[in-house]
């Protein structure tokens, strides 16, 4: 039998913003046609991490939490770890993430070559935008 919950939380709200990691369908690179950014809530501005990912980190700090009591320093220790990988990986994403919104709009160095449409980079702005409020509300 797996170990309960802390009290007050469900084993399923993982996402931090009271919803369950079940509820947002997170796919793709958040990319339609022509590599324009989505704007759907799936991609750049949308999840941060994917599904799979968000369950693994979550399940490794259910069991850090449900260790406690047995072992409390080891448990902090491996929240301490949970806590790192997260960072690492969240980091990394907005990197990739912010290089492909850049090389979305960016010319490419050819001054001469057609640049992105109005319609492109309002989307891209938009991406931006919900990226950073994202980061700012966390």
Do not use: C, K
Request: glycine share 16%; proline share 7%; charged share 30%.
């Amino acid at each position: 039998m797996p170990p309960a919950a802390p009290r007050g939380r469900d084993t399923t709200d993982r996402s931090g913003d009271g919803h369950a990691s079940g509820d947002s369908h997170a796919s793709g690179d958040g990319h339609g046609p022509g590599g324009q950014p989505t704007g759907d809530g799936h991609g750049p501005g949308g999840q941060l991490l994917g599904d799979s990912e968000r369950d693994r980190l979550g399940q490794r700090l259910h069991h850090a939490l449900a260790g406690f009591v047995d072992s409390p320093h080891d448990s902090v220790a491996e929240a301490a770890e949970v806590l790192a990988e997260a960072e690492q990986q969240l980091i990394a994403s907005l990197r990739d993430r912010r290089t492909a919104l850049r090389a979305g709009w960016q010319e490419n160095g050819d001054p001469d070559g057609p640049g992105p449409d109005t319609e492109q980079l309002r989307l891209t702005l938009r991406t931006y935008r919900e990226v950073t409020e994202r980061l700012l509300r966390a």
